[in-house]
């Protein structure tokens, strides 16, 4: 069965420091993968999706991803984050159903920012 | 999100009674889809639907079920709600066609079962 792993539940970093959050899927064909960003009592924001193309995906907020097969990785990355992106993130698989495709989502990380 | 709106927003009921949580898109989309969000969990996929009156099970539908009676209106029902359904119940919309593989969120319903 299909399913995303994130392995560090919570990340804390200072304000203007990098930032990079991991994602490991599983998933037996080329996969349709997914960012979202959910701030406190919100629903989900799309950062970024990957389906095909160059593997280094571009997405809104500064936010930038790379897909590697080898590793099966999709992880987020951030030159400086802003205390703004303190928010939870979740990676998520999409899987075929009915001529369309179901999203798996990771466990989330929960990133904290210090001033 | 614009075009896509779940009620309540917030809800306490009590364990053994029924609950409906409705979801209303505006956007003529084709799929819809029931998550529930729990910590440590994620988004898991309750039920979703692939048309009018087409739907499915996903990974966590016990004691839930749904329907579809037009394209714009998508209805998760607790037959009988339990303190373990007590979650944050987000709907989503897509259209997944060439050039429009996206998914939209409601901003969720707060269910409490006491």
């Known amino acids: 069965a299909q399913s995303v792993t994130q392995p560090d539940i919570h990340i804390t970093v200072s304000e203007g420091a990098s930032l990079e959050l991991r994602c490991n899927y599983s998933?037996?064909?080329?996969?349709?993968l997914f960012w979202y960003v959910q701030s406190p009592g919100q629903g989900l924001q799309l950062l970024l999706k990957?389906?095909?193309?160059?593997?280094l995906v571009q997405g809104i907020k500064g936010f930038e991803a790379e897909f590697k097969r080898s590793q099966s990785s999709f992880n987020l990355r951030k030159p400086s984050v802003h205390w703004s992106d303190a928010a939870e993130y979740f990676c998520?698989?999409?899987?075929?159903?009915?001529?369309?495709?179901?999203?798996?989502f990771g466990q989330g990380t929960r990133l904290t920012i210090n001033p | 999100d614009a075009g896509i709106t779940q009620s309540p927003r917030h809800k306490v009921t009590e364990t053994g009674t029924p609950v409906t949580l409705r979801c209303h898109q505006t956007?003529?989309?084709?799929?819809m889809y029931w998550y529930r969000q729990d910590p440590g969990h994620g988004l898991r996929l309750i039920h979703y639907?692939?048309?009018?009156?087409?739907?499915d099970k996903g990974e966590v539908s016990d004691g839930y079920s749904v329907s579809r009676s037009k394209t714009e209106d998508f209805l998760l029902t607790l037959e009988s709600a339990t303190s373990s359904q007590t979650s944050v119940y987000f709907c989503?919309?897509?259209?997944?066609?060439?050039?429009?593989?996206?998914?939209?969120f409601g901003s969720g319903t707060r269910l409490t079962v006491v």
């Open positions: 989503a919309i897509s259209n997944w066609r060439q050039g429009s593989y996206g998914y939209t």
């Open positions: 998933y037996g064909a080329t996969p349709y």
């Open positions: 990957y389906f095909s193309g160059d593997t």
């Open positions: 998520a698989v999409g899987t075929p159903i009915q001529g369309a495709q179901k999203l798996v």
């Open positions: 956007e003529n989309h084709r799929y």
């Open positions: 639907s692939y048309g009018v009156k087409d739907t």
